[in-house]
């Protein structure tokens, strides 16, 4: 599918600049206020077509979502009090999460990328590395995350991670 090849083509990119070990691409349906997964790196853990409504904090969903901004947390500990899933993160050896939204033509978020990598390993200058290898990618990355229509007419499957 073309859309992956998207999602895996921005992943290598963000694998060389700013480092990344678990990376997924997430589509914001705004019916539900939740997210889809459309691409993982690791879909052992992180099946693709898992939803997380968002029982994320809303700080996270204020910022990424409302404010349409990166979200950085750059320890466990900011880690902890955004992601329920934060132990499985850390299993992986993540400990640090940088979150990109994905804005269309009309500045709506269409989609969420998730980069996470070790503790301590981003940094302000990491957002802003991420956010230019998606600024470079944007319209191929808009593409495909509407590709995938958000409207289904069956109930989603509830994603625990």
């Known amino acids: 599918m073309i ?5 895996q083509q921005t992943f290598r990119a963000m694998q060389q ?5 678990l990376f997924t691409a997430l589509q914001w349906i705004p019916q539900r206020s939740s997210l889809k997964r459309l691409f993982t790196s690791h879909p ?3 099946p693709v077509g898992g939803e997380k409504t968002v029982e994320i904090s809303p700080g996270w969903l204020g910022t990424v979502i409302e ?3 990166p979200f950085l947390a750059p320890d466990l500990e900011a880690l902890r009090e955004v992601f329920s ?14 979150n990109v939204p994905v804005l269309d033509q009309q500045h709506n ?27 470079a990618n ?9 590709a995938h229509p958000t409207e289904s007419p069956e109930a989603p499957a509830k994603d625990t991670v």
């Open 3 to 7: 859309t992956d090849a998207v999602f």
């Open 17 to 21: 600049k700013p480092g990344v070990i």
């Open 44 to 46: 052992a853990d992180y």
């Open 67 to 69: 404010d349409k901004k």
């Open 85 to 98: 899933d934060s132990q499985l993160i850390q299993q992986l050896g993540c400990g640090a999460v940088i």
């Open 109 to 135: 978020v269409v989609g969420v990328l998730a980069l996470l990598d070790a503790e301590g390993k981003y940094t302000q200058q990491s957002v802003e590395t991420a956010v230019d290898v998606i600024n």
């Open 138 to 146: 944007l319209s191929a990355l808009v593409q495909a995350f509407e």
